[in-house]
């Protein structure tokens, strides 16, 4: 049996009632990756972190944060 690197796999996209609407293909999710490039991608960086200015941040404590020793 050869094993196979999958990139995509197959995405579920339900409604708010939680009923199935779409099912995207790892075939099709390819497709549109390699036709569209980048300039489809969603940013999901940070835009407060991206900017250069980081000296007037106030860091809060996430509650599941580890704690340095």
Do not use: C
């Amino acid at each position: 049996m050869e094993a196979r690197r999958v990139m995509f796999y197959e995405v579920k996209i339900f409604d708010a009632k939680g009923e199935l609407k779409k099912v995207l293909s790892p075939k099709k999710l390819s497709n549109r990756f390699w036709k569209d490039g980048e300039q489809k991608l969603i940013d999901f960086t940070d835009k407060e972190s991206s900017s250069g200015n980081t000296s007037n941040k106030v860091h809060e404590k996430d509650e599941y944060q580890l704690e340095d020793r």
